[in-house]
């Protein structure tokens, strides 16, 4: 119409300011912290030991004294953010409601991590598919550690924007961008040493990036980040000469391990196996993608900076990473350790999107050898090493190969599902490639969910089978202060991790000989000697409540005491002690509940005159052969289903000055409730 004028809508200037790919990442954050947290308040909690325990206890510690040690325990270094970030819940709330809030602070770290795999994603591919790429990792079984005190969480964060950061230093060299990427190393390092690869990665990624450029100046900025790498070691080894000896134990800490590790001879198979398992993670679809991605790049046909710097990171990185942990596994897992291995994941989510962005390349030689290799890799890999029982604290995403029933099952999806994503990739019509980004997300979902119930289910029973169904926090319960726990090696490790986890009053940890323990890792050690007194050389153990398995009684008065109950492990009792501390008598053999079969031994310590009581409970009928330092003194009838006292009697040379042996053997069943030794009166 003459005259009218065309009014061009009014923008809100809240969406100039915030474009709406900002709004939906923000959105992707939101929704995966409280998702994750829903799902994590199933969980268990502690789970994974002694890790969970370690860096709870060290967060505690951090929060309440400004030390990293184990509460009142000594320990080395294990990590410092991760303690940080879960430690001040822990040490101002009671531990379950700390625990709640920790989880939360996690899924909100982890959730993190779709920042730098936006802004990355961003320089390769569209807003649309950037954000895709943030879905797909967000989507991953991975991020159930948040619902643990684990260091997964903010590794992956953390890492991802430091092998951001490693691009950008890539591409356009400054110190500036060297200090930002060292910033970032150096938190990776403090959440967990095994970062401590990002140095060669980065070193690897250069030499590659150069390589792919056709362009040896490109290395010549490393001359001066290696002057003073190298200034910078000097100074550090300097230092550690000034204040003792310089050793990989110094370095590392609790991490020595880390660098003693297997010979790589006796690691090949380990190596291959995780390997494979990164295509796993990819759900077979996203390592051929993010090949096609790096022939790109090194045929030149695609000369973008920014492409070339994420293949070379991504080859540099990841190779190192599967070489590191393949060696490690090989050593101290045993299986594939998926977690170990996740900050590959932001790699494969950017690439396969990326990929597709990019109108969906296909160097065919390269797409159909990335399959034929991860092919051989599906029908070769022990399925033990993915699905079994131990292995999913370690490797959520392949957990759903259980489900099949069965390795010739689980090997016939394995090959069929390599095949099926190998063709996808290849054969998928070019604008319908956005088909290849929903399987994967579709399958890291599903596997996630999948996971999901797994972890529910096997945490409660870790719990169930360490403590029991009773509290766990039975001796702060009792307020009888500070005790120290005594360890006989009669009970599970894992047990005596969750008791000085939930129990705060627990100040010292101490082991009879020849026991061993895991957790804490810094303990002193006594030996018992024949009149039961606790020694080490010529001191001995003076304290005054002392806690220790139901196996050992103690000379002094019971104060409270934790029955086994449904556990498979022994009960726990507190002890106010005699001083010097020592054991009357202790059993060995016999089963939580105080079953038995077979041959059980029960030592008396500063054994005199007087008699072995034992209550049992016939169960099979069978009778019971009683032995006295190996001689045969009593044949005990018990009939099946009735219960008898019976007193076997100590040997007529017992005076105190030694230990007198008990042993009770049967060929069936049988059951005790009671168990004492009774001095004889002295006329």
Not at 512 to 517: L, R
């Amino acid at each position: 119409m003459a005259g009218s004028e065309t009014v061009a809508p009014a923008r809100s200037p809240w969406r100039d300011r915030l474009p709406w790919p900002w709004l939906v990442l923000v959105a992707l954050v939101v929704c995966s912290t409280i998702v994750r947290f829903v799902v994590a308040r199933s969980f268990t909690t502690p789970w994974i030991a002694p890790d969970e325990m370690v860096y709870g206890m060290i967060g505690e510690s951090l929060w309440s004294q400004g030390t990293l040690g184990l509460r009142e325990l000594p320990s080395p270094y294990y990590s410092i953010l991760t303690p940080a970030l879960v430690g001040a819940p822990l040490a101002w709330l009671e531990l379950d409601d700390g625990i709640q809030w920790a989880r939360l602070g996690q899924s909100l770290a982890m959730a993190m991590v779709a920042l730098p795999v936006f802004l990355w994603a961003r320089r390769l591919a569209t807003p649309g598919w950037s954000l895709a790429a943030a879905g797909i990792v967000l989507a991953a079984p991975a991020f159930h550690y948040t619902g643990f005190l684990m260091t997964e969480p903010l590794t992956l964060t953390v890492v991802t924007a430091c092998l951001y950061a490693m691009t950008r230093a890539l591409e356009r060299p400054s110190m500036w961008r060297y200090g930002a990427l060292a910033a970032w190393a150096t938190a990776a390092a403090a959440v967990r040493l095994q970062a401590l690869v990002l140095v060669p990665a980065f070193l690897v990624a250069a030499i590659v990036d150069a390589l792919a450029a056709r362009d040896r100046s490109r290395l010549r900025p490393l001359v001066l980040l290696g002057a003073v790498a190298a200034a910078v070691t000097a100074g550090v080894a300097a230092v550690a000469s000034l204040v003792g000896e310089l050793s990989s134990r110094r370095i590392l800490g609790a991490y020595t391990p880390v660098g003693e590790g297997a010979p790589l001879e006796s690691g090949l198979d380990s190596i291959a196996w995780h390997a494979f398992d990164i295509a796993l993670l990819g759900v077979g679809v996203a390592v051929p993608a993010t090949a096609a991605l790096v022939a790109l790049a090194f045929s030149r046909r695609d000369r973008d900076p920014a492409l070339r710097a994420f293949v070379s990171v991504a080859v540099g990185y990841v190779s190192l990473l599967v070489l590191q942990v393949g060696l490690f596994s090989a050593a101290y897992v045993g299986h594939v350790a998926e977690r170990y291995l996740i900050t590959a994941l932001p790699l494969l989510a950017i690439g396969l999107c990326a990929w597709i962005s990019r109108g969906a390349p296909r160097p065919r030689g390269v797409l159909l050898g990335t399959t034929a290799a991860t092919l051989v890799g599906a029908a070769m890999i022990p399925i033990g090493q993915l699905a079994a029982p131990d292995t999913l604290v370690n490797a959520p995403t392949s957990a759903v190969l259980e489900r099949l029933g069965g390795d010739d099952r689980a090997r016939i999806a394995l090959v069929g599902g390599v095949l099926v994503a190998g063709a996808l990739v290849l054969a998928v019509p070019r604008r319908r490639a956005w088909l290849v980004a929903v399987v994967a997300g579709f399958g890291v979902g599903l596997a996630s969910i999948d996971s999901a119930t797994r972890i529910d289910d096997a945490s409660a029973n870790e719990q169930r089978a360490a403590l029991g169904s009773t509290g766990a926090d039975w001796l702060d319960e009792a307020a009888l202060g500070e005790a120290t726990l005594l360890v006989t090696g009669d009970r599970l490790w894992t047990a005596t991790a969750r008791t000085i986890f939930w129990n705060r009053d627990i100040v010292e940890v101490v082991r009879v000989e020849p026991a061993t323990v895991p957790f804490p890792p810094v303990t002193s050690s006594f030996a018992v000697a024949s009149d039961g007194t606790l020694r080490r050389g010529r001191a001995v153990l003076t304290r005054a409540v002392v806690v220790a398995p139901t196996t050992v009684s103690l000379a002094g008065e019971k104060l409270a005491e934790r029955p086994a109950g449904d556990s498979e492990a022994p009960g726990l009792a507190a002890w106010r002690v005699e001083s010097p501390t020592r054991i009357r008598w202790r059993t060995e053999g016999f089963l939580p509940n105080g079953d038995f079969t077979g041959t059980v031994s029960v030592t008396v310590y500063a054994c005199t005159r007087g008699t072995l009581d034992i209550t049992i409970l016939g169960k099979s009928g069978d009778p019971v052969e009683a032995r006295v330092d190996g001689i045969t003194v009593a044949r005990l009838e018990t009939a099946n289903g009735a219960a008898v006292t019976h007193r076997v009697p100590a040997p007529p040379y017992s005076d105190g000055t030694r230990a007198c042996g008990f042993e009770l053997d049967t060929a069936g069943y049988a059951g005790t409730t009671t168990l004492v030794f009774t001095t004889a009166s002295v006329s």
